[in-house]
Structure formats: C-alpha cells, structure tokens
C-alpha cells in the first residue's frame, strides 16, 4: 500500500505552486489533504500523478486529463511546449511557421491556446485553426504553409478520459528517433510552468475549404451512384467528411444521428476506437436501415477509417482487406510513374503481390506512420493493419481518414455501376494472389518485466514450425524488438506493444484458389490454418 512519504508530499506542493492553472492546483490541493488525512487510496493516485512527466513518443504525449506532471493539463502543455520550441530554435527553425489545431476533447481548447501562446511569445510565427477540427487537417496545414512544426491536441481514439498532443515536422509527418529523446531533453530543461512566457500574438487561418479542395479530386471513376452510412463516433469529423463526400459528388449520405455531434464523453461508446467489438453497432444498424451500399466508420479524431460492407448480414472489413482494395485500386487506376506503395511488417503481404502484379514497387517498413512516409520517393499508398490508410502523401504525410473514405466511395460506386461489390473484388484480389488471412493475439501483462522475458524464451527457444508448417525464425533487432516466423503459408511477428503492457503476435495465413469455385475451400483452409496458429501462439505466449 502507498504511503505518503514526505518526498511526495513536497514534490506535490512544488508542482501546485508552479502550476498555471487555478483549477488544477486546486484539484491536486485536495488530493493531497486526503492523501495527508491518512486516505491510503489518495495516496496512491497522488503517487502515481507524481510519477510523470508524461514520456514525450514519436506521436508526442497522451494521458488522462488531471492535474500532476504525469497526466494532461495546462501546465504539461505550456512546459511541453516551451521544450518544442528550444528544440526547434536550436535546430535552426527560429521565427518558423507552427500550425495548432485541436480536436473536442476535454481541455482542447485550452490547451490550444496555451500551445499557441508559448510559441508565439517564443518568436514563431504561429497559426491556429480556428475550431475543433480532424487531425489530418493539421497535418495538411503544416505542409501546405511549409511550417517547421505542427501541434494537434487529440488523443485519437484513446478513452473518453484521455487527452493528447501530436507533433509533426519535417514537412508534415511525424517525428522519429532521435527527435523524440532530443525533444523530452528539451522538455527537462524547462522552469517551472508559471515562468515560461506567453503571448497571444498568433492568427487564425482556416485551411478546412483548402485541405477539402485536394481530397474532392481524388476519385479515378466517374460513378457517383453510392448510399453511404458513415459515423464519426462523437467526433470531429463528421461535417468535414460530409462536406468531402458531397464535394466528391456522393451526396447520398446517412449519419448516425447519434454520433455525430462532437462530445468529450463518446456516451454511446464503451472505447471509441472502430477496432473494438460493439463500436460501430449503431452504424451496421444504421446501414442496414438504410439499406446502403457501404458504411464508413472514423475515429474520434479522423485519421483512421474502418468500412462496413454488407456480407449477408453488415459486417466490417478488417484493415489488412480494406488495404488490400486501396492498393489494387490506386495502382490500377494510377499514372504515377515507377509508383511505391507501403505497409508495416505486421500489415498483410498481399499488398506485396499487389504490387509485383502492376509492376510497382513496395516497401515494408516498421510500424507506425513515421516511418511510412518516408517509405521512399514516389509513394501512392502506404497503410498500416490498425485502419491507418494514406491515399494522398503529397498533401497529407499521415493516415487520414477522410480521405480514404472518399476513395473507397469511388471504388464501391464503380463496382456498383457494373453489379459488383467490394466482396466481389477482395474475391478478384483472392483468385489472382491467393486468399490471405490476418489477426492479432495479444497478451496483457500486470508486470513489465514479463514482456522482455517473454521476448528472450522465445530467441532462445523459436518454435520450429506453426499449424505443422515449418517455419524459419528471424530476429528484427537491432532494427527493431521484432521476431518473425515466416513458413509455406504462415507468417507470425510478435514485438512489445510499443503503447500497452502488452506483448502481440500478428499471424498471417494463405492459401491458393485457382477457380472461384476453389474460394471457399481455400478460406477454409486459410482459416483452419489461422486458428491453429493462433493457439499455438497463445500457448507460447501464456495468452
């Protein structure tokens, strides 16, 4: 049990005399009276607030929103900030453009203004949109004003409690190592929050109409006939998504009513993430209602997209089969010369055939949209298992959501100008590459240290073959904490989760179908294959 040592106690009132925020340090002054009037469960939450600060990732920060170095308020922000901005200074970028933008979760707004205060009172020239808006907006906004950084308040699609702060360079993408460590150096250095100064010398640009401009042109087809149901999942993106949808002529349209106006609480989602079992019930319900052609499903912040299709009854394809259409429909319909497409290493390697039967390039890169988008030169596509798509790098070097949705509405009205669905084609792409398979088994861990020595059992004992299938074992490192075993129609990564106490294996099987008639038999054995597999692994993991 938690104690409330004096070290805790005085660390606490330093951060409550430093803190910007009135609320805050009244919130963690309670805390500590409780804590101090001997309530061992207070003591406990004020220890585990004071164990920050929060670790600055390749994605920056993200953490409950409370009071405490080690969650997301003011005064996080404003010393988070201050850290970017002598990074950015002694990088060379002084007096550069910086974009802020937000999405509507709680505390966004201030946070915003608190980003944008720090840099504009540290010299740069600072641009904020001017309401809650899809991340992919920021990330088009920072390229497109060649900004040196970009700052979007948004934890995604992390629980309702969550807030975050997302960072892009280097002409709008992520960072990657070793910024991030540079920037959390930074980030130490700085005072205490109250002495950091700030401004409100920053303008307001709104690039919504301009970031809409370029994603209205991406259709290849000219078909337009298309009911779609679609929901933001109390998020920010379903006016923007309307907006894109009927600019790209798909102007049959059906919201979930109830998910469509931001709200900071998701009331009618448990996680609202499009991944998790009972997400998007309302919107299979609102697509049967509806009887529409496709369903669409963002993220809270709009850079992920999941698609329902009707399968008898409405089901939603998983991000590996929406990858795979995405690919052969931008290849096939592309003029790119010499095109790249990319995905991560625990993404399918059905994009590889893909890519092999059009005569373009691939490239498997390490997980994350980091290091996607600099896949290489002449990138068309590149998308990760988790929903990530990107369909348009040249202005968004990020997943978005939107427009991926728009795409994949053009892909489904040309189907269905000829009496074809996105059924049809994954059964085209399964005829001409083989059926492929995909899932993820993962294990939660209450202690840590489990997870390395999880890793170790398995480097110094790999399994020899999966689903009697033999199988060669590589090890990633030290490009990455990464095992593969990869046989006749098997492949298995399994890595740490780089977010989670988790450790995760991503299985992938395959199987022939010469004839359309051989398609359900080679499901059956991909998928027999896939769950043998998948016991196995859980056996090994303890899973």
């Known amino acids: 049990m938690t104690r409330l040592t004096p070290d805790l106690r005085d660390r606490a009132f330093r951060w409550i005399a430093d803190d910007v925020d009135p609320a805050a340090r009244a919130e963690l002054q309670q805390l500590v009276a409780r804590a ?75 946070f915003c203004s608190d980003a944008a205060g720090v840099l504009a009172a540290a ?30 308040i948004t934890a995604s699609h992390n629980p309702p409690a969550d807030n975050g702060y997302k960072l892009y360079v280097d002409g709008g993408a992520q960072i990657i190592p070793p910024a991030d460590r540079q920037i959390e150096a930074a980030i130490a250095a700085v005072g205490p929050a109250v002495s950091v100064p700030v401004s409100t010398a920053w303008v307001e640009v709104d690039l919504l109409q301009s970031y809409l401009d370029s994603v209205v042109v991406l259709p290849r087809g000219t078909a337009r006939t298309l009911r779609v149901a679609a929901t933001a999942l109390h998020g920010v993106g379903a006016g923007p998504l309307a ?87 931008i290849l096939s319909t592309g003029s790119t010369p010499n095109p790249l497409v990319a995905n991560t290493i625990v993404s399918s ?66 189907l269905r100008a000829s009496g074809r669905t996105l059924l049809d084609a994954l059964d085209d792409l399964a005829l001409a590459h083989g059926v492929f398979l995909t899932r993820q088994v993962s294990l939660r ?29 590589e090890d990633l490192r030290p490009e990455a904490d990464v095992l593969r075993y990869t046989g006749d129609g098997v492949r298995v990564l399994v890595r740490p989760s780089g977010t989670e106490p988790k450790i995760k294996a991503y299985l992938e099987t395959s199987a022939p179908a010469a004839t359309r008639e051989d398609l359900p038999n080679a499901r059956t054995v991909a998928t027999q294959r896939l769950d043998a597999v998948a016991t196995e692994i859980a056996a090994l993991l303890g899973a």
Not at 380 to 407: F, M, T, W
């Open 36 to 110: 101090m009037g001997g309530v061992a469960e207070a003591a406990e939450e004020l220890a585990d607030r004071m164990a920050g600060p929060l670790t600055f990732g390749t994605a920056g920060l993200r953490g409950p929103v409370r009071a405490g170095p080690n969650g997301m308020n003011r005064s996080v922000v404003v010393r988070t900030t201050a850290g970017l901005a002598a990074w950015l200074v002694a990088a060379g970028h002084a007096g550069g453009v910086v974009v802020v933008g937000r999405d509507a979760r709680h505390g966004s707004e201030e």
């Open 123 to 152: 010299g740069f020239d600072v641009r904020v949109l001017p309401h809650a808006l899809p991340t992919p907006v920021l990330a088009f906004a920072t390229r497109s004003l060649g900004a040196v950084a970009g700052v979007q």
């Open 243 to 329: 907006l894109a949808l009927h600019g790209a002529g798909f102007t049959d349209l059906a919201l979930v009513p109830e998910q469509s106006v931001p709200d900071p609480d998701f009331p009618t989602v448990g996680f609202p993430n499009p991944e998790e079992p009972g997400a998007t019930d309302l919107l299979l319900a609102r697509a049967s209602e509806v009887d529409a052609d496709i369903a669409i499903a963002l993220d809270p912040d709009a850079d992920r997209c999941a698609v329902g299709v009707r399968d008898g009854a409405w089901r939603m394809l998983t991000g590996d089969e929406t990858g795979a259409l995405l690919g052969e429909h």
């Open 349 to 414: 390697s059905l994009l590889k055939s893909i890519a092999e039967s059009h005569g373009a390039r691939y490239a498997a890169t390490l997980t994350g949209f980091k290091w996607l988008m600099r896949a290489g030169e002449g990138l068309v596509y590149a998308y990760e298992e988790a929903l990530g798509h990107s369909v348009d790098p040249v202005n968004v070097r990020d997943k978005d959501g939107i427009s991926a949705a728009v795409l994949l509405c053009d892909l489904a009205a040309t």
């Open 445 to 473: 861990v209450a202690d840590l240290p489990q997870i390395p020595a999880l890793m170790s059992a398995l480097r110094a004992n790999p399994p020899a073959s999966f689903a009697g299938i033999p199988v060669t074992a």
